[in-house]
């Protein structure tokens, strides 16, 4: 069965905050002091945020959102699948929807910042690593110089 077959991959804006925390920690990302309080207004203050469901169970097995101004640019962030589920397609399919969105609305810069071992999967979808450049994160006004 494909991905497609398996699961409804959708654009939402508004999602149970449960689901959504269930995908955060299965990528490592959920943090127990956050608010989950939150969650429905990181959603609803998304460019573009997906979600797959089995059609099956009904269950949230997937997300990912694509952050954006709306004009010029867009980054995909937060693609995670259940571990269950992986390996059938539905991330791919979940940054499918993702750059359709973005490239309906006339962005075509889309970037994502790939975790260690996952290039292989965004190269099958069109991504190359950005040479010359080095994603960075903030860490606090004490800089090392």
């Not at 699948?81 to 973005?102: H, S, Y």
Request: a negative charge; aromatic letters at 10%.
């Amino acid at each position: 069965m494909s991905a497609r077959e398996e699961c409804m991959v959708t654009i939402v804006k508004e999602w149970d905050t449960g689901a959504l925390m269930n995908l955060y920690r299965a990528g490592g990302w959920w943090k127990e002091e956050w608010d989950p309080v939150e969650i429905p207004r990181l959603v609803r203050s998304t460019f573009a945020f997906v979600v797959a469901v089995d059609r099956t169970t009904k269950e949230t097995v997937g997300m990912g959102r694509a952050i954006s101004d709306g004009v010029s640019d867009a980054y995909i962030q937060d693609l995670v699948v259940l571990p269950a589920f992986r390996g059938r397609g539905i991330g791919r399919a979940i940054l499918e929807k993702l750059v359709d969105v973005c490239r309906q609305r006339g962005i075509t810069w889309i970037a994502l910042v790939a975790e260690p071992g996952t290039a292989d999967f965004y190269r099958c979808s069109g991504f190359e690593p950005m040479e010359g450049h080095v994603p960075m994160h903030y860490r606090g006004k004490e800089g090392v110089c």
